[in-house]
């Protein structure tokens, strides 16, 4: 089954709105990273975040290792923040994340 | 400057040939890998490589290779290409250490049609 369930699968929002996405793992995991997919198509790493609470900017990464889960904040969309974002974990003892089919976020004026 | 290279950005082949794609990364790590996104599929794991050598393969066919000329170079040799081959694969590099230690940087991708 899917290791790594991301939700929602797409999010329509007005800018200015804020923007909570879920990732949820089905095993236990080492570390986990948060990416945004440019429309075009290149990945940007947003956080390394194996637990606890990261914050950038506007965007805040939240993991609970114990109940396998992490999400990440966005405050104040903007237009800017449109595209995907994908979260990936990394479990066992090897090297390979394994990703989420990501979420699709849409920030409408 | 970009620090993880993948050339070319673009390829089009036809089915059969074989191709190359190439990564060069200067963020000094030893860890590099493959991972590929076809149309409508989660990223996916290929290769990993450290210092050189290959630690973890979830590649099925032998029809992908990857070559490791210089530590900062990990390229991927596709032979008998075919269309399910289409998509796009992207490069990636990390300081070296088992169970996911240190976060992993991705190279622009190359995206990859077969004809």
């Known amino acids: 089954g899917q290791q790594v369930q991301q939700s929602p699968a797409s999010l329509v929002l007005q800018e200015g709105e804020n923007a909570e996405l879920q990732c949820n793992f089905s095993t236990s995991l080492n570390s986990m990273q948060w990416f945004y997919q440019r429309p075009e198509g290149s990945l940007v790493s947003l956080f390394y975040?194996?637990?606890g609470t990261k914050q950038s900017g506007r965007l805040t990464s939240t993991t609970v290792i114990k109940e396998r889960r992490s999400s990440l904040h966005i405050s104040s969309s903007q237009i800017t923040d449109s595209g995907t974002y994908l979260c990936a974990m990394n479990t066992g003892g090897a090297d390979r994340l394994t990703f989420g089919k990501g979420t699709q976020l849409i920030i409408q004026p | 400057d970009p620090k993880i290279i993948q050339k070319p950005k673009y390829l089009v082949a036809v089915t059969g040939s074989e191709k190359i794609l190439i990564c060069e990364q200067y963020l000094g790590h030893n860890a590099m890998y493959w991972y590929r996104q076809s149309a409508k599929k989660p990223l996916e794991f290929m290769f990993s490589?450290?210092?050189?050598?290959?630690?973890d393969n979830q590649t099925a066919s032998s029809r992908f290779q990857p070559q490791s000329s210089k530590k900062n170079h990990l390229d991927l040799q596709i032979t008998a290409l075919k269309p399910d081959d289409s998509a796009t694969y992207f490069c990636?590099?990390?300081?070296?250490?088992?169970?996911?230690?240190?976060?992993?940087?991705f190279g622009p991708g190359t995206r990859l049609t077969v004809l």
């Open positions: 990636a590099s990390s300081r070296p250490g088992l169970g996911g230690r240190y976060e992993q940087y």
């Open positions: 490589y450290s210092y050189q050598k290959l630690m």
């Open positions: 975040n194996p637990s």
